[in-house]
């Protein structure tokens, strides 16, 4: 199919069956990109036949997910748009029009048989050493339908199906692909296979981008869209998105989590798409940090490669690092209200401030903001076995660790505090004591916040301020004295 860039319409139709994760995100994440870039319409449709699986509050969690990664939908829930409704359940009557349709060319039939009949036939088939196909048991003389029974399509045409996938190339499937499936349950739904394709229809959608799984069902789909004598849209079938070991499709088992979790565990939305768009996708330069205008600017299905992409966790968190320092320190002061620690909820905005700027750099996830932060804003306990466990600092003994901190403090109680005068009196003391950096700047970090890490010493020191600092470089003399 040839289309004008102006009339792409994608979609993405979520079954509301729990919550949403990595690999739902991206089967959105593609075709939203593929839409924007071509100046088309990106259709979300909630697609909700299967009652046994629905899970009340799905819906929302999955526009919620979908409205904090900034995948924002042209029409659908919430929005409206001149095709709906976009709830499957609401489109009953348009299933069963067209099934009339079908009915009347000679395309659908009543299925008559019941379950252990069915069974009989798959047991036959085994025994026989073939595959089972329903539509070697077609009725001769099916009932007319009256929705009490399942109504089966009669595939019109066996024959060999070819077809061009845009992301797997050309593709082919025999006669054993086709057979006659369901079309509406005898509760009166209509199955995925039936329902997607009026939707698709009716919603003027012209590419469909969904997962490798379905490329399967294809040569079925393409029959029922040559019975019903619609032309097909573009397909397009996406590569998996493996297990950490790339030996298998990735699940809960290996550390899937729900997108919510993500953003929970403090992943930032942008750092989100920019991974999940690498999963499968690249632009053909070394490039690894996206914004979302960059991916909607280079993306295109033909980079879209065939083989699975490897979920490297790791990989994320790196890129959410990446991400965290170009945002502007007001902006991420906005994102982390909810990541500070306890001890800092009587701070002002303004020392918040001061603090996150001073760890931006450091923060990889923004959960991590506790950690980095807490010494800020609370008394440290010390803990004289951080300088006995540290490698360089383990080499000093009792009497000249204690004579470094005693010396380091009477020199910083001249400084004036400004980082420059700070740093420059950390040079000087370097110069009298004789130490290296890592050894003496360390052991005054250590002294100071007892915790595993932190920014610029001059810079922190700066922060807390002289009459903290002098404190707490005495506290620490004291701990170690009362252990030696």
């Known amino acids: 199919m040839s289309e004008n860039n102006a009339s792409i319409r994608t979609r993405f139709a979520p079954s509301p069956t729990g919550y949403i994760h990595v690999g739902n995100v991206r089967s959105a994440l593609f075709p939203y990109l593929l839409a924007k870039q071509q100046g088309g319409k990106f259709v979300l449709r909630i697609e909700d036949t299967d009652r046994a699986r629905f899970v009340e509050g799905a819906t929302d969690m999955i526009l919620d997910t979908l409205e904090w990664l900034g995948i924002d939908w042209d029409e659908g829930p919430r929005k409206g748009g001149d095709y709906g409704p976009y709830t499957q359940t609401e489109r009953l009557d348009h299933y069963h029009a067209w099934a009339q349709k079908l009915i009347e060319k000679g395309y659908a039939y009543a299925d008559p048989y019941t379950a252990e009949e069915v069974e009989s036939f798959r047991d036959k088939a085994k025994a026989e050493k073939r595959a089972f196909l329903y539509r070697d048991h077609r009725p001769s003389n099916p009932p007319i339908w009256d929705g009490s029974q399942p109504l089966r399509f009669k595939v019109p045409v066996i024959k060999r199906y070819t077809w061009t996938d845009a992301v797997m190339g050309e593709l082919s499937a025999g006669e054993e692909a086709l057979d006659d499936f369901i079309l509406i349950k005898s509760d009166g739904l209509p199955t995925y296979n039936f329902a997607h394709i009026i939707d698709d229809y009716e919603m003027g959608i012209t590419h469909v981008i969904r997962g490798l799984e379905y490329i399967a069902s294809i040569p079925k789909y393409l029959s029922l869209y040559d019975a019903l004598e619609i032309e097909w849209p573009v397909i397009a079938c996406l590569p998996h998105i493996l297990a950490p070991d790339g030996k298998k499709k ?235």
């Not at 989590?257 to 403090?266: A, L, M």
């Not at 979920?311 to 502007?328: M, S, V, Y």
């Not at 003496?440 to 595993?452: D, E, K, N, T």
Request: net charge negative.
């Open 250 to 484: 990735l699940g809960k088992r290996d550390g899937a989590k729900s997108v919510q979790e993500y953003k929970t565990d403090g992943y930032l939305p942008e750092a989100m798409l920019n991974f999940l768009a690498s999963l499968g996708w690249n632009d053909g330069t070394e490039q690894e940090v996206f914004t979302k205008e960059e991916l909607i600017d280079k993306f295109s299905l033909e980079r879209v490669q065939r083989s699975g992409a490897r979920f490297d966790e790791q990989r994320l968190i790196w890129l959410n690092g990446q991400h965290i320092r170009k945002l502007a320190v007001d902006d991420l002061f906005e994102r982390v209200t909810d990541f500070w620690p306890a001890a800092a909820t009587e701070a002002s905005e303004q020392a918040k401030k001061q603090v996150l700027a001073l760890v931006q750099d450091r923060l990889k996830t923004l959960r991590d903001l506790p950690l980095l932060t807490e010494y800020f804003f609370a008394e440290p306990t010390p803990e004289p076995t951080m300088i006995t466990e540290n490698k360089q600092l383990s080499k000093l003994g009792t009497d000249e660790t204690l004579s470094l901190l005693s010396a380091s403090r009477t020199a910083l109680e001249a400084s004036d505090y400004t980082p420059d005068d700070l740093q420059n009196t950390l040079n000087r003391l370097l110069e009298t004591t004789e130490q290296k950096p890592g050894v003496l700047f360390s052991l005054i970090r250590l002294a100071v916040s007892w915790a595993p890490f932190s920014p610029a010493l001059n810079d922190t020191l700066a922060v807390l301020g002289k009459e903290t600092v002098t404190l707490r470089l005495t506290r620490a003399i004291e701990a170690i004295e009362s252990r030696s």
